[in-house]
C-alpha cells in the first residue's frame, strides 16, 4: 500500500486548511485511516481517524475544529483543518491499517505511512 498526502502549505491564525490522503495498491476493504503530526522536537501525535465503517475519532486538541472524511471511490481521506493555531504547526502524516476494528492513536499500531506534508500556521 502506498500513500500520498498532499496539501499543506502556509496558513495564518484562525485560517482553514484541507489535506489530502490518497492510497493505491493492495488495500483493505477493513482499514482504519489515521492522521498524525509532528512537530520539532516533539514525538508523533494521533490527530484524527477514521474506519471503514465511518467512524471517526479525534484528539481532544483538535475536536470541533478538524473533520476527517473520506471518498471511497477515490481511496482517498480528509482532514479539514479549520480555527488553525501556531501549535497545529507540524508535519502531517496519514497513516494506514488493513485490520478490521476500532481506532487506534498508537503510531505503532499503523502499519504503512505517507511521505507527510508540512503545515505551518502563522501568528
Known amino acids: 500500500v502506498q500513500l500520498q498526502a498532499s496539501g499543506g502549505g502556509l496558513v495564518q491564525t484562525g485560517g482553514s486548511l484541507r489535506i489530502s490522503c490518497a492510497a493505491s495498491?493492495?488495500?483493505?476493504?477493513?482499514?482504519?485511516m489515521g492522521w498524525f503530526r509532528q512537530a520539532p522536537g516533539k514525538e508523533r501525535e494521533f490527530v484524527a481517524g477514521i474506519n471503514w465503517s465511518g467512524s471517526t475519532d479525534y484528539a481532544d486538541s483538535v475536536k470541533g475544529r478538524f473533520t476527517i472524511s473520506r471518498d471511497n471511490a477515490k481511496n482517498t481521506v480528509y482532514l479539514q483543518m479549520n480555527s488553525l493555531k501556531p501549535e497545529d504547526t507540524a508535519v502531517y502524516y496519514c497513516?494506514?491499517?488493513?485490520?478490521?476494528?476500532?481506532?487506534?492513536?498508537?503510531?505503532?499500531?499503523?502499519?504503512?505511512w505517507g511521505q507527510g506534508t508540512l503545515v505551518t500556521v502563522s501568528s
Open positions: 497513516a494506514y491499517r488493513p485490520r478490521f476494528g476500532s481506532i487506534l492513536t498508537s503510531p505503532s499500531m499503523y502499519d504503512y
Open positions: 495498491g493492495r488495500t483493505s476493504s477493513f482499514y482504519v
